[in-house]
Structures are given as C-alpha cells and as structure tokens.
C-alpha cells in the first residue's frame, strides 16, 4: 500500500512569508506525528495527534506554529512569518497508534528553505 | 536530560564486511526501540525493531541486540553493500508515544 506522502518536497520562501505543508498519512493510521529534522541534529518531535483526541502540541517552538488535522486523515502544519531559522526538513510519520503496534513510518519530508 | 547517544558519528566499512552500529539511550523507562535508514535527501526508513522484553532480533541481514543492563542498543549489518551507505539512526519510547532520536550514524561503505 501507499507510504505517507508530503507536499510539496520543496519549498523556498522569503522572511516573513507563510507557508504549509502537508501531510497524508498511510490509510488507517490513527496516530500522526510531525518532527523538525535540521542539519546534524536528531528528530525534534512538534506535535502529535490521535484519533479525536487533543493533540499534543508541546513540541511546537512557537506561537507562529500550528498544525490541523482534517477528518483524522491529511494534516496541515503551517508556519506564519517564517524566519531563516525555521530552514530545515519537516519530516511526517504515522503509525497505527495501538498498543504494541506503535511503529512509526516516515514520509518523504519536505524541505523548507526561508532566504 | 533525556537523550539518545551514537558512539560513532562516522562509520567506513568494506564493501562484504559486517558494520556494527551503536547506541546508548538514557532512559530505563523505554520499552520499545527503533532502528531507522536515512539516505540523504529521503525521509527515515524503518529497518528493525525490538521491544524490551527481547534481547535480540534478526532481520534480512540486520539484526539489533538489545542490553538492558548498560542501556545499549547495536544494528549489525552482515555482508555491508554500497545501499547500505547512509545514516543511520535509533529511536527509544519511554512512554505511550512519545519517541527520542539520536543524531545518527553515518555509514560509508568503501568498494
């Protein structure tokens, strides 16, 4: 079946611009992760969701974060007055979100670029 | 802090030989562990797994030993090939779903 998927793979934005970035994770996953993936340094967790629970959204770095998830399916982070220091790779993973079935698959990533 | 540690940041290898990949985790807590892939410019591929009820696991070529004891956790590649060239990298989930990354490994497999 199909991994997760992420639009765009690519994206170059001037300082101060908005951007989003999506996510489509594996059908019936129920449990959807978004990271921070910056050069040399380890996967920085954002913000999680499950199900029709409230997310968790500890991870986000700041206000200018937020992430929606639609139907329990697509989700969409958006980055407001984006600053040079959010260049990174936005990476999405999912997983079933069950007990003793928890491993997360990764989507392709997006890369963000802010000149 | 919590944290998950690579003893080697760089690993070379010759292309037949077994790579071994190391990690220290820090968190006793952590029940279940994850081995990723990732090449450059593609997200993280998952390879193996291990939960901590186990001390080893075998996969197509990979294995990962788990060492409760002294909080280790290895990725034996047997037979290394040129695909194998990437970074590599363990994940550890102390709690219900939360995961902590380490930086990585990269391996370079020399022809």
Redesign the interface.
């Known amino acids: 079946g199909a991994g997760?998927s992420?639009s765009p793979s690519n994206k170059v934005t001037e300082k101060g611009k908005d951007v989003e970035l999506r996510c489509d994770p594996i059908s019936g996953h129920t449990?959807l992760y978004w990271?921070r993936q910056s050069l040399?340094?380890?996967?920085e967790?954002l913000i999680?969701f499950?199900g029709n629970s409230a997310p968790?959204k500890s991870g986000l770095p700041s206000d200018r974060f937020s992430a929606e998830r639609t139907g329990g399916s697509v989700s969409t982070l958006t980055i407001q007055r984006t600053q040079q220091e959010d260049s990174a790779v936005y990476?999405c993973a999912s997983s079933l979100?069950l007990a003793g079935q928890?491993?997360?698959?990764?989507?392709?990533?997006t890369?963000l670029l802010v000149l | 802090g919590e944290s998950?540690g690579l003893h080697l940041p760089t690993l070379s290898v010759q292309e037949g030989d077994n790579s071994i990949i190391n990690c220290a985790y820090s968190n006793s807590a952590s029940d279940?562990f994850?081995w990723?892939k990732q090449e450059s410019?593609?997200?993280?591929?998952?390879i193996i797994?291990i939960r901590s009820n186990m001390d080893k696991r075998q996969g197509q070529r990979v294995t990962v030993l788990l060492n409760k004891t002294v909080k280790h956790l290895s990725l034996q590649i047997a037979a290394t090939q040129p695909g194998d060239s990437a970074v590599y990298?363990c994940?550890e989930?102390p709690g219900t779903?939360?995961?902590?990354?380490?930086?990585?490994t990269r391996l370079k497999v020399l022809a």
């Not at chain 1, 040399?40 to 996967?43: P, R």
């Open positions: 997760v992420q449990a990271y040399g340094q380890g996967l967790f999680y499950q968790d990476l979100g928890e491993t997360q698959y990764f989507g392709p990533g890369r | 998950v279940y994850i990723y410019g593609k997200g993280p591929q998952f797994d990298f994940a989930k779903y939360k995961y902590i990354f380490g930086t990585g």
